[in-house]
């Protein structure tokens, strides 16, 4: 270890060995991101799944909508290589297309559940006193309204505002709303833990004020447990989404995502489980991809794993 | 040596009670812990003030009082003329500067996602006037080749070092905004005993070198020994014996102190066994419920039925030339090596 060579107060210090730079937290995270495998694993299932998103007909020609009842529960033929489901619709097609909506409520609803998680976790936890006890209480009552009643009530509610065709943006609204929970409490105990310990003490021994604090060291030291959360909280409103569209406050109309098609299938588990596991094997790899990236990016923001 | 203007630091009968509560959302006070109750304390330009004390004396609530990381319950925290308790906002931060703390535990109290060179360079960040923006990593560099390290190593994390070099970068960090007054809070009990002495000699020669002054906190006794001018003991929130440190290491007046003195180990082995042991029965009283009258009377094997009514005020004795809390205070040889 070079580090001994510091000890020895008098000598005086060796000139910085050539090549070694100065750099950020960014670019050493980025350094280590870029030898980790999983990171890219995750990557490019990710990217396969957003260009599905995007542009599916870069991956079929077939229409999702195009079903006939006489190729019901048929095997894989031709450009349906995952079959046909109990509508006679093409599986492969129904997936590559699900994937739009599917990933466009997770992510979005995620986005919006850890915004308010965050802040709400982060003010009870750092302020503590009578704010967090309502914040804490309010948090109690919201975990005690019943998930599928709450979504029932609020979707119902926000699908019948103008301007909401399709019924994604009341989804997204319902599963943040109604998400938000855990990620607060696990950001209320880690901020409560970070907010202890005594470089936050030596911070304010030197005068630094409240936003250094809470940005610079509460909130880098207590971000590591509610991102895994939200990791999770992702898969989860995926499913959810599905729930919600098969009881009518969900997606509208013609609409397709994995959820729907998953819901759709499981009443024929067996007579054909493929309708079932393909749509189940890109959410749950999707799902896998957004928490292996979110793994290998905490670890690489975390100095003391390099 | 002693004339007043040469204080930098003083306390007036500093006072911290720490208030016990029921009930969630509509708390009561049942009761308070008291954890400093009352220390007058008196801190000379270059001075090291040493204050020893067993785990739960109020040592390091008395630290965080001093640097303003509590307020107190009563009295004045003076520095430079200055009354800190009363301080707040921008002047509590400008004051702030005077006075800066080396923590007890070098482990926890770096940030670990942040580099040295970000760590010992918070204080310019909160503090723009201090070093012009141009000059701050000169100036990092500047405090880490001071504390004896290698001023390369900006860019490393904490994790990166050992215990004894973190505990550089923590007197580096309280070095950077120059201050008059350094309170180690134990700075050297979690390190191993062959470091201790590495850092326990840098705080001296940065001492001489920087004309600091010291509030030395720790319950090593040869630790305090070393390096202290003057010594303050404490039990239970309140101090019981203080004097110049020959004073209290040979002459000890107060029976805690020589309780005290007596448990500390003797490097000679043909003396062991044969000084005089003083072993105390007991526990520390809670701070929460302090006896009556002197606080030490329940583990005092000098307690009369007077000291449970009549508290002892520290000061001078018939037979303590220094001040004294003991109503029977008296010079007791309890060790010499």
Known sequence: ?306 | MSDASDLVLETRNLVKHFPITQGVVFKSKVGAVRAVDGVDLQLRRGETLGIVGESGCGKSTLAKLLVSLEKPTSGEVIVRGENMARLSGQSLRRARRNIQMVLQDPYTSLNPRMTVGDIIGEPFAVHPDAVPRAGRARAVQELLDLVGLNPDHVNRYPHQFSGGQRQRIGIARALALRPEIIVCDEPVSALDVSIQGQVINLLESLQHELGLSYIFIAHDLSVVRHISDRVAVMYLGKIVESGYHLAIYEQPTHPYTQALLSAVPVPDPRLRGRRDLIELEGDVPSPADPPSGCRFRTRCWKAQPYCADHEPLLQIRQRSPHPSACHYAEIRDVIRY
């Open chain 1, 1 to 306: 270890m070079s580090d001994m060579n510091a000890l020895a107060a008098e000598t005086p210090a060796p000139p910085s060995p050539a090549g070694r730079k100065s750099r950020s937290l960014a670019a050493d995270a980025w350094h280590d991101l870029r030898r980790s495998k999983i990171f890219w694993a995750a990557l490019v299932i990710i990217v396969v799944v957003l260009l599905m998103a995007i542009w599916p007909s870069l991956f079929t020609s077939a229409d999702p909508h195009d079903c006939v009842l006489s190729r019901r529960h048929r095997g894989a033929s031709g450009g349906a290589i995952f079959g046909y489901d109990y509508q006679g619709c093409d599986v492969y097609a129904k997936t590559v297309y699900g994937a739009r909506y599917s990933i466009l409520v997770g992510v979005c609803s995620v986005l919006l559940a850890g915004v308010i998680g965050l802040t709400v976790g982060l003010a009870a936890g750092y302020f503590g006193g009578w704010l967090d006890a309502l914040l804490s209480r309010f948090v109690d009552v919201m975990l005690g309204v019943p998930f599928l009643l709450g979504a029932i009530v609020l979707g119902k509610r926000l699908a019948a505002e103008p301007g909401n065709s399709n019924g994604v943006l009341a989804v997204t609204l319902t599963l943040g709303i109604l998400g938000w929970t855990t990620g607060a409490r696990v950001m209320r105990s880690s901020v409560i833990e970070a907010k202890n310990q005594d470089y936050v003490a030596a911070a304010r021994m030197v005068g630094a004020g409240p936003a250094r604090l809470i940005f610079r060291h509460v909130l880098p030291n207590a971000m590591a447990p509610f991102t895994v959360v939200l990791t999770i909280l992702l898969g989860i409103n995926i499913a959810s989404e599905a729930t919600l569209s098969f009881l009518g406050v969900g997606l509208k109309g013609d609409a397709v995502s994995w959820g729907i098609s998953i819901s759709e299938a499981t009443g024929y588990v067996r007579v054909a489980p493929g309708p079932l596991i393909w749509p189940s094997v890109f959410l749950a790899a999707t799902v896998l991809a957004f928490i292996m990236l979110g793994d290998a990016v905490r670890d690489a923001f975390d100095p003391k794993l390099r």
